[in-house]
T-cell receptor, first 110, second 117 residues
Framework: RKEVEQDPGPFNVPEGATVAFNCTYSNSASQSFFWYRQDCRKEPKLLMSVYSSGNEDGRFTAQLNRASQYISLLIRDSKLSDSATYLCVVNGGGGFKTIFGAGTRLFVKA | GAVVSQHPSRVICKSGTSVKIECRSLDFQATTMFWYRQFPKQSLMLMATSNEGSKATYEQGVEKDKFLINHASLTLSTLTVTSAHPEDSSFYIC?????????????FGPGTRLTVT
């Protein structure tokens, strides 16, 4: 089993749609969780951290379920500019090793 | 936010030569930096963890004699790809942990695209 697994992509959605990405992790000792965005041929950029209480930043909502070892990202009112690959990132605890998911590609179409 | 720079952004070299890539934290000190490699349409793969003032920790399958890492200061880590081969062509990205609030977050350099001919 992979340490971090994400929904297979790509997701093709129309503008204005709501889309949700899921991610599971295997290390129950993981301490920190993030969603990153990566545009084609660019470096990943931090989108948001994920907290146990859930957190929202504009159109983006992240949720963490430690019991199920599950993270989600919800994007509301999708924009064309949201088209990118979304990476689920887990900090593995002791040693602070960070594991990246393979990423989920999102295409938002007009 | 924290800024990480990388140089060069793009390099083309001939097979058998060595290439050095620099990673700098511009507005913070980074005792630990990370080097990743990403092949087209694949995920980031951690190559090694670079520790200031000590030896780097390499991931399984990464040859430490081929990918030399030096972290001589709190703001600079270098990755040298020695005796480069075409299969080393990839996107190399460094990152550094910056503490923001109560958590560490990783900030990435813009990456270096290496092409070995």
């Amino acid at each position: 089993r992979k340490e971090v697994e994400q929904d297979p992509g790509p997701f093709n959605v129309p503008e204005g749609a709501t889309v949700a990405f899921n991610c599971t992790y295997s290390n129950s000792a993981s301490q920190s969780f993030f969603w990153y965005r990566q545009d084609c041929r660019k470096e990943p950029k931090l989108l948001m951290s994920v907290y146990s209480s859930g957190n929202e930043d504009g159109r983006f909502t992240a949720q963490l379920n430690r019991a199920s070892q599950y993270i989600s990202l919800l994007i509301r009112d999708s924009k064309l500019s949201d088209s990118a690959t979304y990476l689920c990132v887990v900090n593995g605890g002791g040693g602070f090793k960070t594991i990246f998911g393979a990423g989920t590609r999102l295409f938002v179409k007009a | 936010g924290a800024v990480v720079s990388q140089h060069p952004s793009r390099v083309i070299c001939k097979s058998g030569t060595s290439v050095k890539i620099e990673c700098r934290s511009l507005d913070f000190q980074a005792t630990t930096m990370f080097w990743y490699r990403q092949f087209p349409k694949q995920s980031l793969m951690l190559m090694a963890t670079s520790n200031e003032g000590s030896k780097a920790t390499y991931e399984q399958g990464v040859e430490k004699d081929k990918f030399l890492i030096n972290h001589a200061s709190l703001t600079l880590s270098t990755l040298t790809v020695t005796s480069a081969h075409p299969e080393d062509s990839s996107f190399y990205i460094c990152s550094a942990d910056a503490r923001t609030g109560g958590t560490y977050e990783q900030y990435f350099g813009p990456g270096t695209r290496l092409t070995v001919t």
